[in-house]
């Protein structure tokens, strides 16, 4: 390095040998306005967050928050300034009863034996009612079915049609036999709730 009286030391503001030459920021202004451009955005950004956000409704009900305010009274676009939500608490949970209230709703919650005794027995009734029914009905189905030749009806003249038929009458007598055999056992469980005399 040369310390000599008259040598000049190269400037951290100037580029090249010569003092005359374009200063060095020069070489970094267009870095130096993307910056500036950078902070202006987020300033109005932070402005527009504290004071609510603009947004436009323009015809045929198109939103947008692109547009800038003339833009948009060219287009007949109100503005419109966007808020936080609102709030609004739930219900509160119920407070649960206490212990004696508990115990009051526990012996409302009882049946009289009498009761429950009309109302089984109005069950039991019910259900062989059901099942008269069904038994009368599945034996319509086997004397249709015939045993699996059933009487051929006029409008069956074609034989497909007929066979149809006799795997639909078989289909109907199975379902007819699982719900008989359900009912039965709902009745089997009434006879086993019954209390011992």
């Known amino acids: 390095m040369n310390n000599r009286k008259g040598a000049a030391l190269p400037s951290p503001f100037f580029s090249g040998d010569n003092a005359l030459m374009k200063p060095r920021f020069v070489h970094s202004l267009p870095r130096f306005r993307t910056m500036a451009a950078a902070c202006l955005v987020m300033t109005a950004a932070s402005g527009w967050a504290q004071s609510g956000s603009v947004y436009y409704i323009c015809p045929g009900n198109v939103f947008t928050n692109t547009l800038s305010p003339k833009e948009a009274a060219q287009k007949g676009c109100k503005a419109k300034e966007a808020r936080e939500p ?18 009051a709703a526990a012996s ?28 009368g009905e599945l034996e319509a189905l086997k004397k249709e079915y015939n045993n699996g030749a059933p009487e051929r009806r006029g409008d069956e003249r074609n034989y497909q049609k007929y066979l149809d038929r006799t795997a639909e009458l078989k289909a109907a007598i199975t379902r007819k036999e699982a719900d008989i055999a359900a009912i039965k056992r709902e009745l089997g469980k009434t006879d086993q709730g019954k209390p011992a005399s």
């Open 86 to 103: 609102t709030t609004i608490a739930g219900p509160r949970p119920r407070s649960t009863p206490s212990a004696s209230s508990g115990g």
């Open 108 to 135: 409302d919650a009882k049946v009289d034996r009498s009761e429950q005794k009309a109302r089984d027995s109005d069950a039991k009734r019910i259900l062989q009612d059901e099942l008269r029914k069904a038994e």
